[in-house]
């Protein structure tokens, strides 16, 4: 059975940090994280992608680093100096080496004194 898990969130205030995990039950060939606020469209965070670089938001650059575990199959958002407008829920989805493009169901992430 293929299987997405997301972990982490919160709540945390200004320039604080949080870290997601994104644990998925195959090999991933390239994932990510996008997060969607209240009225607005979902957008990309950053993505590793299948050639191996990886791309950020402009809104996260300095700030986000994402990384993969190939051994454990995750891909974890590690958030920095985090500020209210990353306010979202933030969704991964991971493109599986067996052809699968799967979504997690999203976690809460809010940026609040």
């Known amino acids: 059975q293929v299987q997405l898990v997301e972990s982490g969130g919160g709540l945390v205030q200004p320039g604080g940090s949080l870290r997601l995990s994104c644990a998925a039950s195959?090999?991933?060939?390239?994932g990510g994280w996008y997060r969607q606020a209240p009225g607005k469209q979902r957008e990309l965070v950053a993505r590793?992608?299948?050639?191996?670089?990886?791309v950020y938001a402009d809104s996260v650059k300095g700030r986000f680093t994402l990384s993969r575990d190939n051994a454990k199959n995750t891909v974890d958002l590690q958030m920095n100096n985090m500020k209210p407008e990353d306010t979202a829920v933030y969704y991964c989805?991971?493109?599986?080496?067996?052809?699968?493009?799967?979504w997690g169901q999203g976690t809460q992430v809010t940026v609040s004194s």
């Open positions: 195959g090999s991933i060939i390239s």
């Open positions: 989805n991971v493109y599986l080496d067996i052809g699968r493009d799967l």
């Open positions: 590793i992608l299948s050639s191996g670089g990886t």
